[in-house]
């Protein structure tokens, strides 16, 4: 694929986990409502952060980022089904995401690599050490 749609693939990514974000900060169930209510505020906060950089690194190297949800959903590897409300389930659900999205970002180094573009290669590394750190926290609230 080239560099192009795959960063397109990933702001499609991006957007719909915003929103699947939104969805498990408003309906999340529990004694742990409170805590987890503001870590989904948190993790969308950051969501929304890195679609922007990946679209506007996208319009940096003279692409058109995707700009509609339905580009989006036409787009995206993340699904958005699912009615998830226990902490339990929501975790194991961002961990899958979460995995897809470092899978997909550790395959886009190459991608960017062969395309001899270190920046973008530079933001799919940075990308995923901030991912990693997440899916480390995720598993251990499950345990
Ligand atoms: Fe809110």
């Known amino acids: 694929m080239a560099l192009k749609d795959f960063l397109n693939v990933r702001i499609a990514d991006l957007a719909v986990l915003y929103i699947k974000l ?3 900060h408003w309906f999340v169930e529990g004694k742990l409502f409170y805590p987890l209510h503001a870590k ?3 993790l969308y906060d950051e969501a929304t952060e890195l679609y922007d950089e990946f679209a506007e690194r996208l319009l940096a190297i003279g692409g058109a980022p995707a700009a509609t949800m339905k580009e989006y959903l036409a787009l995206t590897m993340i699904s ?15 961990i899958k995401d979460y995995s897809l ?11 960017a690599q ?9 933001l ?3 990308t995923i050490t901030t991912l990693e ?3 480390w926290m995720f598993k251990m609230s499950i345990k």
């Open 124 to 126: 799919f590394i940075g």
């Open 101 to 111: 999205l470092v899978d997909e970002l550790k395959k886009g180094i190459a991608i």
């Open 133 to 135: 750190k997440h899916l």
């Open 22 to 24: 939104h969805r498990f």
């Open 80 to 94: 958005e089904e699912g009615n998830e409300v226990a902490p339990k389930d929501i975790f194991n659900t961002l």
């Open 40 to 42: 989904f505020e948190e």
């Open 114 to 122: 062969d395309a001899d573009d270190e920046s973008t290669a530079d």
